[in-house]
């Protein structure tokens, strides 16, 4: 089965990145015994833990067939290339792809859609600015 869960503290996005890490540490060998196909990884912001084999692509090309939503309406905002698949799906249609991330490689490929944000101001921060100048105009 296909999953993604996102764990981010209670003050997010002004929490202490090293207690993220103490977390991490205490849960994630927990995890990986319970649930040894998955994955767990952590960065200064978040945990997450996935199924390798899940594609964000996909799942948002079915649920946009599921609900009959067009694609041309979808935005995605992300910070990875863990996130590409759903750019993909979402930016070929021609929705809002926007590209929150610090890496440029990543930068360059989301320039490629024609309906494309790269903030200025990067993660939590990104986000927060492509609802203000993109979203909410």
């Known amino acids: 089965k296909g999953f993604m869960i996102s764990l981010l503290l209670p003050e997010f996005p002004y929490h ?11 849960i ?5 015994e319970e649930f040894p196909n998955s994955r767990i990884i ?5 945990i997450d833990i996935f199924n390798p084999n899940s594609d964000k692509g996909e799942a948002i090309r079915r649920y946009a067939q599921e609900t009959g939503l067009s694609l041309e309406d979808f935005a995605i905002v992300g910070d990875s290339m863990g996130d590409f698949p759903g750019f993909k ?16 490689k990543i930068a360059e490929k989301v320039e490629k859609f024609r309906n494309h ?8 921060s990104g986000l ?5 100048r993109v979203l909410l105009k």
Do not use: C, T, W
Not at 28 to 32: A, G, L, Q
Not at 117 to 124: E, F, P, T
Not at 128 to 132: K, L
């Open 16 to 26: 202490d990145p090293k207690r993220l890490v103490e977390i991490y540490n205490k």
């Open 28 to 32: 994630s060998p927990k995890i990986k």
């Open 42 to 46: 952590f960065d200064s912001h978040s």
């Open 89 to 104: 799906v979402i930016g070929e249609a021609g929705g809002l792809v926007g590209y929150v991330g610090f890496d440029e």
């Open 117 to 124: 944000y790269i903030s200025k101001q990067k993660r939590s």
């Open 128 to 132: 927060v600015e492509i609802m203000e």
